[in-house]
């Protein structure tokens, strides 16, 4: 579970708002009060390189990616205020509203490093992300 907690504790810290003064990319979503959406998108696995269908065969299975994902939004309400995590339904086509400023996306990714047994740090190609779009203080989610 190290990396539900590494991406829950990126998602609730990264700075991605305005401070008060305007100044930006000083406040994460805990520091303005804000709320957190989380939907699953295995979509962002697809590998896109070859032909013109996109292949999702890297992406976790599906029973497996569900039991992560749980997991994450239990570890953000641990984290964080319970009722200010809003999530959609596990790998259902959904319509989603919401005021995103930006654009922007982020990906974070719990396995660009990996360690291997001799306890050295290496680099790895990407195998797992997540991204984030926290709602604003006013509250605005689905």
Sequence with gaps: MKDV???AKKVLMMRVFD??????WKS????????VLCVSQFTLMANTTKGNKPDFHGAMPGSDSRSLYANFLAKLGEMYEPGKIRDGRFG????VQL?????VTLPIDSRRFEYVTDG????????SAATSTAASESGDTM
């Design 5 to 7: 907690e590494y991406i």
């Design 19 to 24: 401070s008060d003064d305007g100044t930006m």
């Design 120 to 127: 050295t740090l290496q680099q790895t190609k990407v195998r």
């Design 28 to 35: 994460g979503v805990k520091d303005i009060g804000g709320e």
């Design 92 to 95: 259902a086509m959904m319509s």
């Design 99 to 103: 005021v995103n400023e930006g654009p």
